[in-house]
């Protein structure tokens, strides 16, 4: 066997295994250098165990450590085909070992079982991903600080499982172990859990989270931990709080970027702190023979951004001659948190950054009380939050909290890359009694709001539009106005 | 107070207090007559409390006493509060009693508190809806022959409920009865349940009624009770057989129109035996001053289908110069029960009836199997089934059953009306782990299997379009083709 390849994909998780796939099984040759196991975060420590376990930890007969051995269980048996399907897929070879770029066509990897193998290809994708960010505990010792990385591995719920971070990894896993019967703290020196979404729905889900009894320690900061009494030392309000009984504490404070060791830099791969490795709408980096997907790239960290970045990559390095003119799709956020949040579009800030407030109209339907979905259901949290253009209706972002938004929020994807405007949403019938039907009432509120203001609506939009296309704000593009 | 008013609504539904309302809202004297309790059918005996009770059923401590008392109290509450609201609306006079037509302009109202009142209006709306087809099992009293509109008066599950009928409500019900610890036993003369879903869709819905333990008799039919010996007597596979234990029966075997006693026929209002009331798409009957909304109509017999054909009813009577050429909008269907069944567009036979086989191409998207949300979910029915035009890749209709398939055909009802087609729906990023991801194996399967085979592709389309162009087949609209 030839150590010459079409292309070489460093790591085995979402991404690269979109690419690898995509690229072998249209008759590439394609060598997929894997350091640890196949599925990557996904498969191992994250999306499949995580879902798992909140969908076990909401049945009814929730038994911990029957739940986590399960979890381990479909967690092992999807690997183990994961591992033997793409081991035997066509013109696809699946090394174990480290790798590292040593020239724009070249790997040496570093294989499991010691040597070096020199490999060359065309093209080289760099797909290595994130791991947890790491924190230090004084007094902590090693065994019971866990992360996403090796909380799947414990055998029993702890008593007292303190969090610390309130991000969706946090978070969910909070209403996963509560749901279980442990007693959970969560820490977090910001004044609200997952901070990446909009106010609202932190605030949603912390009130979630306090009606289940779990306890939050906002604007707070971890001091140290105590393993002859078991407590956990946390600065919190002004003066210090003492976590009894602790027994394990989740570290879930961010993730770094795997691109150490990598040769990047003297490949002349460019790399910010910010964006990690930096590419263009294609995944192509700095160099030309050298791409990048999933969680080393500035994309949000999410299976299917990885999954969708390494399609385009396959059609770009399989199909050069095909138009790369698309613009990146529009990625969904979901935490599945209990109501789950899920968001698609531009975010305030991104608006505040863009438009002249007067210029948006903000609508916000609240769930538990204005559908009857939420009436039959005896919900308590939800929201559907639209912001879009005044006047044309053009939609910009959308933030749902629902039970089920996860499933709700590709309507708002595909209403917001088609510009489809809430006149039409307005005129599509929603099943009823749904969530959903909450989106009739954003498109009733819109219209009605927007009919019986017309004038005004009409001076407010012309304002800012003239004052935007004269430079005076950010440009949008001319298609903004809905067709 | 005169009895003279814009318009008079008869029925206080879903249909009717959307006509009623939305003129009221804007200036509109409106008379609303109900014979019975403000909200119709879905507040009183349909989605309100059904939906209670399915959920209340999921939760973990199923207590049927208490989940029932729980159903009438909310629905109770609802009433009151509809009752109430609807009572202090400006512009609208809530008349309890029967209404009858006595000429194209004018209603006789026999109120509750007797008497006779003459309303003259320029528009009357006939909203009175439907009941529940009776059915005759010879011995069974009538305190054990139960229809949705008796079965939430119940104080206890039953031991063993007999549903006859495996429609909607029939299946839905049993769902609900049987998490709540009731046997539960389905008879129907139909060869499975749901009929107005596609078979796929009926036999996942047979597999997990099934799965959890209710017992189907398809191809059936009930003979008689023997109320001695408690036991129904069903003719079932060649043979009698006996029902035991059996202390309630649930009559859910279709809708008959509240039509009777309206004055119909003298007013010249068109009705047939199989769409009631003959309406044009903007709910105007053969009498061009009276309307007609919800369940006396054609249209499907869901809350939604009729609130949105009060709201064009009001758009008509309201704004009458406005352009009145919207094709009826979408309705979905959606079947309550678990997994979830939800369909919009056409179905399999009017796609069968319009088009040539050869140019539909149907594909199957298995969520238990193809998607990692049903492997953390271990899930074991649901599927996405999407019928579209080869080649261009337009939607014609979909199934999907799945856990919360209700919210997630708006989707699909969205890419249908506004003709997305497939090719747009492969560049959306779906969230991961989820079913609506099953959406992105049905775009990527139409993709492969079009361009693998884009010669055949294109010889199909042509062959059938210009057979159908040449009229040899029903006519589809010039815009077929995928913009």
């Known amino acids: 066997m030839t150590d010459n390849f079409h292309t070489i994909v460093i790591g085995a998780g979402s991404g690269g295994l979109t690419v690898a796939y995509g690229l072998a099984s249209i008759g590439r040759r394609v060598a997929l250098i894997e350091a640890h196991h196949v599925g990557g975060d996904c498969t191992n420590v994250g999306c499949i165990p995580s879902k798992t376990l909140i969908h076990l930890a909401q049945q009814c007969d929730g038994d911990g450590t029957a739940a986590l051995a399960r979890v381990r269980q479909k967690r092992d048996a999807l690997r183990a085909k994961e591992t033997q399907e793409f081991g035997a897929v066509a013109n696809l070879s699946l090394i174990f070992g480290r790798a590292r770029i ?34 230090t505990v004084p007094g902590l010792p090693a065994e019971r600080a866990l992360t996403n990385e090796r909380i799947f591995e ?16 946090g978070v969910e896993l909070a209403f996963a172990f509560r749901n279980l019967g442990s007693r959970v703290s969560i820490i977090d020196i910001a004044p609200r859990v997952v901070t990446r979404y909009p106010p609202e729905a932190s605030h949603a889900i912390e009130e979630s989270l306090r009606a289940r009894g779990v306890t939050l320690y906002l604007n707070a900061r971890v001091d140290s931990y105590d393993e002859a009494a078991h407590t956990l030392c946390v600065e919190y309000a002004g003066q210090t709080t003492l976590l009894e009984e602790v027994d394990a504490v989740l570290i879930a404070v961010g993730r770094e970027r ?45 299976t299917h951004s990885a999954n969708a970045q390494g399609r ?7 199909f050069p001659w095909l138009p790369a003119r698309d613009p990146e799709p529009l990625f ?39 559908t009857d979905r939420g009436y039959t259901d005896d919900v308590r949290q939800g929201f559907i939050l639209v912001d879009a253009i005044r006047l044309t209706g053009r939609i910009l972002g959308v933030t749902i909290v629902a039970p089920k938004a996860s499933e709700m929020i590709s309507f708002f994807t595909l209403a917001i890359q088609e510009r489809i405007s809430l006149y039409r949403l307005y005129r599509i019938v929603y099943p009823y009694p749904t969530f ?42 001319a298609s903004a106005v809905v067709k």
């Open 332 to 370: 969904p956020g979901v935490v599945f948190s209990d109501p789950e949040v899920a968001t698609v579009g531009m975010s305030p800030q991104q608006i505040a950054q863009r438009y002249h407030p007067n210029l948006i109209k903000r609508i916000h339907i609240n769930l538990a009380t204005q």
């Open 258 to 302: 795997n691109i150490e060791g990598l040769g990047l830099e003297k490949a002349g791969v460019r790399v910010t702190p910010r964006d990690g490795i930096v590419t263009d709408a294609y995944g192509r980096t700095s160099v030309p023979t050298i791409y990048a997907v999933g969680d080393v790239t500035a994309t949000s960290a999410f």
């Open 154 to 169: 414990i055998d029993h719920t702890p008593q007292h499982l303190a969090i610390i971070g309130g991000g969706a990894v």
């Open 102 to 135: 040593i020239a724009p066509h070249q790997v040496a990897v570093a294989p499991s079982d010691g040597g070096e193998r020199i490999l060359t290809a065309r093209h080289i994708v760099i797909a290595t991903g994130a791991r947890p960010r790491l924190l």
């Open 436 to 477: 959903s039907s909450g989106i009739q009432k954003v498109a009733d509120t819109f219209l009605r709001d927007t009919l019986t203001g017309l004038p005004g609506e009409l001076c407010a939009y012309l304002r800012y539009r003239l004052a935007k296309s004269k430079g005076a704000m950010g440009a949008a593009p």
């Open 312 to 318: 385009r990559v396959v059609q770009r390095i399989a």
